[in-house]
């Protein structure tokens, strides 16, 4: 059994930057697919961005596209998710999640863990 544990949210100004990471642990982090989804209030859950197992091919939502980067290292378990530019509409619980397969996914039914969340507050 994996667990995910998200860190790095915050409140920040519009036009900021804030890095958010992902730490795994309990199986090998490196034969999964990871991803960032975000769900604001009222609102369903929504694709941010994910990677392959390698991290050399990843996908990315066009509200995000040029302004976040989804990165990984398997050497240490570990998920990024570099925001830059950050809007109001930003403004959300922003989750980990890993499943199973090489390639990346913006489908939610492709992960099967999820880490608890972690809060970003975009301020105009």
């Known amino acids: 059994q994996v667990q995910l544990v998200e860190s790095g949210g915050g409140l920040v100004q519009a036009g900021g930057s804030l890095r958010l990471s992902c730490a795994a642990s309990?199986?090998?982090?490196?034969?999964?697919?990871a991803g960032w989804f975000r769900q604001a209030p009222g609102k369903e859950r929504e694709f941010v961005a994910a990677t392959s197992w390698s991290g050399d091919s990843t996908l990315s939502s066009d509200s995000v596209k040029g302004r976040f980067t989804i990165s990984r290292d398997n050497a240490k378990s570990m998920v990024y998710l570099q925001m830059n530019s950050l809007k109001p509409q930003d403004t959300a619980v922003y989750y980990c999640?890993?499943?199973?397969?090489?390639?990346?996914?913006?489908?939610?039914?492709?992960?099967?863990?999820w880490g608890p969340g972690t809060q970003v507050t975009v301020s105009s």
């Open positions: 309990g199986r090998t982090f490196s034969n999964y697919r």
């Open positions: 999640a890993t499943g199973r397969g090489s390639r990346p996914s913006s489908r939610r039914v492709e992960y099967d863990t």
